[in-house]
C-alpha cells in the first residue's frame, strides 16, 4: 500500500500542465530521433539534454522530459526498420526480419500498429515492474559498505560490453579511460592537482554534460562530414502504409508473444550490460522457437514484430531499475541519465527513494503518462514521422551541432567548455571508427571518483588492508557476478552475434 500510496502522490507531482507538455514535447522528439537512422535513444537524449538546461527546468520536469525522449526513441526506431529495412538504433535491429516484409505485402500500416502495441505493453508492464522491483533492490543495496558498492561499480564496467560487444578488450580500454578522465581535478581527500597541466578550468573536473554531448552528438556530426552521405536515398523511396488498424485477430495471436518478450525483455534491462539489443534478441529468438511450427517467422508474421519490440522497450524499463535503486546504469541511455541527475545534484541509490521521493515518483508517474501518449500518437501520426525520414542529414547534422553549442554554452557560458566539447567530438569520432564503445567512457568518467571514495574508505577503515574489498560475502558475490559477466561475453557473444547477422542478412536477402 505504501507504493501505491507513492506512486499516486507522483501522479499529483506528474500532472500539471508544464510536465504534461514537457511529456508530450519528448515523447514527439524521441519519436523523431528514434525514427531518423543513426541516432537512437543514446543520441536523442544527450542532443537535448543542453535544451533541459537551458530552459531552467527542475529535477523532475528535466527527467521527465528527458525519460519521455528514451521512451519515444524505442517506440520511433521500428519505423525506419519497417518502412525501409533501416533500424533507427541497434535494438530495433530484430524489428527489420518480420517488419519489412510485411510491409512489402502492402501490411506497413499493421505492422506499424502491431509494433506501436507491443512498445505500449512492454513498456507498460516493465514501469509496473521498475515500482515493486526498484524498492525491493533498495533494501538490499542498504546492507553495503564501501567494499560493496566498490564491487558493485567494477561489476558494472565489467558487464557494460555485454553479449552484443564486439571485443571486450575494447570495452575494458574504454572503462579505464574513462576512469582516467574521472580522475581528473583536485584531489578531494589531498587536494593536489591531478592531471589538471596548469590549467584553471580543470580543478573542477570535466562537466559530465560536456563530455556526453561531445562524444555523442558531435561525434555523429563528424562522422557525418567524413561520408558527407546518409540514407536520404532510401528515405526518399515512395512507401505506401496501408491501413492503419490491425485486425483483432492479429492482435489477439500476438498478445502471448507480447505478454512473453515484455518478461524476457524485462529481465535483459534489468541486467546490468545487456541492455535492449539483448532484450529484442532474446525475445525473438525464443519466440520463434516457440511459435514458428510453419516456419513464417522472417517473412512477415506479425508476431516476429511484437516479440522484439515488446522485448526492447520492457528492457529500456528494466534499464531504470538498477540505474534509481543503486546508481549503476543498465544500459547507455540511462547512463545518460544517470549524469543528468548527478548534474542536479541528486545521487541516485539506495537514498533517492527516502531524500527525494518527488523526483523518484514523479518521474515513473510520467513514464505511464508518457507510455499512454504514445500508443495515441505513434498510430494516428504513423504519416507525419514516415515524412520525417525524409529529412536530408545535410539538413539534420547542423541542427543538432546548433543545439550542442547553443545549449552547452547557456548552460556554462564557458568557451573552454566549448572546446573541451569539441575535444570529446573528435575523440568520440576516432574511437567510433576503431569500434570502440563510447558507453564505458561515460560510465567511467561518472563512476570513477565514487568509485575512488568507496575504495579509499573501506581500505581506510581496515587499516590499510586492501583483502577488505573481497572480505564479505556480499562483495565475494559481486565480484564472482563480474567475472562471468565479463568471461561469458568472450564466450558466448561471437555465437549471439554471428547469429544476430545472419538474421539481418537473410531478412535483406529476402
Known amino acids: ?36 537512422p543513426g541516432l537512437g535513444p543514446s543520441n536523442g537524449v544527450a542532443i537535448l539534454i543542453p535544451l533541459a538546461f537551458t530552459l531552467g527546468l527542475g529535477a523532475t520536469p528535466s ?35 518480420d517488419g519489412y516484409p510485411m510491409a512489402q505485402k502492402g501490411q506497413a500500416g499493421e505492422a506499424l500498429a502491431i509494433s506501436g502495441i507491443a512498445s505500449f505493453v512492454g513498456s507498460f508492464f516493465a514501469t509496473w515492474g521498475l515500482i515493486f522491483l526498484a524498492p525491493q533492490l533498495v533494501k538490499i543495496a542498504l546492507l553495503f559498505g564501501p567494499a560493496e558498492y566498490f564491487a558493485l561499480f567494477a561489476l558494472a564496467f565489467a558487464t557494460l560490453g555485454g553479449v552484443s560487444s564486439s571485443n ?54 563528424f562522422i557525418f562530414l567524413e561520408h558527407r552521405h546518409g540514407d536520404a536515398d532510401a ?47 532474446i525475445s525473438y529468438s525464443m519466440e520463434k522457437k516457440l511459435v514458428d511450427k510453419d516456419g513464417t517467422f522472417g517473412k512477415g508474421d506479425p508476431r516476429g514484430v511484437a516479440a522484439p519490440e515488446a522485448g526492447n522497450n520492457a528492457a529500456a524499463g528494466g534499464a531504470l531499475v538498477p540505474m534509481l535503486a543503486l546508481g549503476v546504469p543498465g544500459s547507455g541511455t540511462t547512463a545518460v541519465l544517470l549524469a543528468v ?10 537514498l533517492l527513494f527516502t531524500q527525494n521521493p518527488d523526483v523518484v515518483w514523479g518521474l515513473i ?19 507525419l514521422f514516415t515524412r520525417i525520414l525524409m529529412v536530408p542529414p545535410k539538413v539534420l547534422m547542423p541542427l543538432v551541432a546548433m543545439v550542442s553549442f547553443v545549449g552547452i554554452y547557456g548552460i556554462s557560458g564557458s568557451t573552454f ?54 572480505d564479505s560475502p556480499l562483495s565475494l558475490t ?28 537473410s531478412s535483406l536477402s529476402d
Open 1 to 36: 500500500m505504501d507504493t501505491l500510496s507513492s506512486l499516486a502522490d507522483g501522479f499529483a507531482i506528474a500532472i500539471t500542465w508544464q510536465n504534461i507538455l514537457l511529456a508530450l514535447l519528448g515523447c514527439f522528439l524521441g519519436t523523431v530521433m528514434g525514427a531518423l
Open 63 to 97: 527527467l521527465i522530459l528527458l525519460t519521455s525522449v528514451y521512451y519515444g526513441a524505442m517506440y520511433g526506431g521500428r519505423i525506419s526498420s519497417i518502412l525501409l529495412n533501416i533500424p533507427g538504433d541497434e535494438p530495433a535491429m530484430m524489428t527489420c526480419l
Open 168 to 221: 571486450q578488450a575494447k570495452s575494458a580500454f574504454a572503462a579505464a579511460l574513462g576512469l582516467g578522465l574521472a580522475m581528473i581535478g583536485v584531489d578531494t581527500q589531498t587536494g593536489v592537482p591531478r592531471f589538471t597541466f596548469g590549467e584553471v578550468h580543470l580543478y573542477d573536473g570535466l562537466d559530465f554534460l560536456v563530455a556526453i554531448v561531445g562524444l555523442f552528438a558531435l561525434s555523429e556530426v
Open 235 to 281: 528515405a526518399s523511396k515512395k512507401v505506401v502504409i496501408g491501413r492503419l488498424t490491425p485486425p483483432l485477430s492479429m492482435v489477439k495471436k500476438c498478445t502471448p508473444t507480447m505478454l512473453r518478450s515484455t518478461f524476457l525483455g524485462f529481465l535483459a534491462g534489468v541486467l546490468p550490460g545487456a541492455g535492449a539489443s539483448l532484450g529484442s534478441f
Open 341 to 350: 541527475l548527478l548534474s542536479l545534484n541528486i545521487t541516485p541509490g539506495p
Open 365 to 383: 508517474a510520467a513514464l505511464f503518462i508518457a507510455n499512454f501518449m504514445l500508443l495515441a500518437m505513434n498510430i494516428p501520426m504513423v504519416g
Open 417 to 470: 567548455d566549448l572546446q573541451v566539447m569539441i575535444g570529446f567530438g573528435v575523440m568520440g569520432w576516432v574511437l567510433r571508427k576503431l569500434d570502440v564503445p563510447l558507453v564505458p567512457i561515460i560510465l567511467g568518467t561518472l563512476l570513477g571518483n565514487a568509485m575512488e571514495s568507496n575504495m579509499r574508505r573501506a581500505i581506510t577503515i581496515d587499516d590499510g588492508n586492501w583483502w577488505t574489498l573481497v
Open 478 to 505: 559481486l565480484w564472482a557476478i563480474a567475472a562471468i559477466g565479463f568471461i561469458l561475453p568472450v564466450l558466448v557473444g561471437k555465437v549471439i552475434r554471428s547469429k544476430m547477422r545472419r538474421d539481418e542478412e
